[in-house]
Nanobody
Framework: QVQLVESGGGLVQAGDSLTLSCAAS??????????MGWFRQAPGKEREFVAQ????????EYGDSVKGRFTISRDNARNTVYLQMNSLKPEDTAVYYC????????????????WGQGTQVTVSS
């Protein structure tokens, strides 16, 4: 069974920074063989792609709304993926989910096999 556990969410002010972490575990789960992604979902809205980092060469992709402000990274030795969020805005408020996909490029939820439970990020104005 695969477990993805997000942490690092919280309440911050506009302009602040926050780093989310997602620790992966599972007896048969090889973290380095999965593309890892972050998505977010605000109340009443669809789940939105935030960022992904590929398993093959750690290449990254970002959603348009976070480009230039967010950075995704991974540490295969620690089975952990990170999301550094800078210059946070109230519209970044959402539950943030990490997920794992067996594809090299994965920017939609349907691409992902495993999901965490999410961590709340709230940005006040």
């Amino acid at each position: 069974q695969v477990q993805l556990v997000e942490s690092g969410g919280g309440l911050v002010q506009a302009g602040d920074s926050l780093t989310l972490s997602c620790a992966a575990s599972g007896r048969t789960f090889t973290f380095s063989s999965y593309t890892m992604g972050w998505f977010r979902q605000a109340p009443g809205k669809e789940r939105e792609f935030v960022a992904q980092i590929s398993w093959s060469d750690s290449s990254t992709e970002y959603g348009d709304s976070v480009k230039g402000r967010f950075t995704i990274s991974r540490d295969n030795a620690r089975n952990t993926v990170y999301l550094q969020m800078n210059s946070l805005k109230p519209e970044d408020t959402a539950v943030y989910y990490c997920a794992a996909a067996p594809w090299d490029l994965a920017t939609t939820p349907i691409n992902y096999d495993f999901w965490g439970q999410g961590t709340q990020v709230t940005v006040s104005s």
